[in-house]
C-alpha cells in the first residue's frame, strides 16, 4: 500500500504530463498551483509540504526525462515546459487494456493508449486507477 504522498505524486505528474499533452508541441509554463491547487506562504515565505512535493514532482518528472523545461520560476512554476519526444511516443503507445468489442477499430486504438488511460483514471478521481495507469508509463521509460 502506498502513502497518500506516492498518491499525490502520482496525481500530480499525471495530471502535469496530460496537460503538456493536451498542448504538445508548444512549450508552456506549468505552475505547481494549477496542479495541486492554490496554496499561500506563510510568513517566512515557504510553501505547503503539498505544494513542494508538487513542485518537486515537476522537477522529477524533468530530471527523469519524460519533460523539458527552460527554467523555474522561483518556487512556483517551471518554464518552457514540454514533453520530452521519448514521453510522448510512450504516452501514444497502446497498454494492456480490455476494449469494448463493439466499439470501432480506431476507437479501440484511441482508448488503448496510455494518454487515454492517465486521462480516464483522472477524471474517475480513483487514486488507485492513476496509479495503475501511470505505472506502465513508469515501465517504458525506465527501459
Given amino acids: 500500500m502506498s502513502g497518500i504522498h506516492i498518491d499525490d505524486f502520482y496525481a500530480d505528474a499525471a495530471h502535469t504530463l496530460v496537460s503538456l ?3 504538445f508541441p508548444r512549450p508552456v509554463t ?3 498551483e494549477d496542479i495541486c491547487g492554490p496554496d499561500e506562504p506563510d510568513e517566512f515565505g515557504v510553501h505547503s509540504n503539498r505544494y513542494q512535493a508538487c513542485f518537486a ?3 522529477w518528472l524533468g530530471e527523469e526525462g519524460y519533460i523539458r523545461y527552460k527554467d523555474t520560476i522561483r518556487q512556483d512554476a517551471i518554464d ?5 519526444g521519448r514521453c510522448f511516443a510512450a504516452l501514444l503507445k497502446p497498454a494492456a ?3 469494448d468489442p463493439k466499439l470501432p477499430p480506431s476507437v479501440q486504438a484511441e482508448h488503448s493508449t496510455l494518454i487515454y488511460q492517465l486521462e480516464a483514471a483522472l ?5 488507485i486507477a492513476v496509479q495503475n495507469a501511470f505505472a506502465p ?3 517504458r521509460m525506465a527501459d
Avoid: C, N, R, W
Avoid at 80 to 84: E, P
Avoid at 123 to 127: H, I, P
Fill in 30 to 32: 506549468i505552475f505547481a
Fill in 21 to 23: 499533452f493536451g498542448v
Fill in 137 to 139: 508509463l513508469l515501465e
Fill in 97 to 99: 487494456h480490455d476494449q
Fill in 80 to 84: 518552457q515546459a514540454v514533453l520530452s
Fill in 57 to 59: 514532482t515537476l522537477l
Fill in 123 to 127: 477524471k474517475s478521481k480513483s487514486s
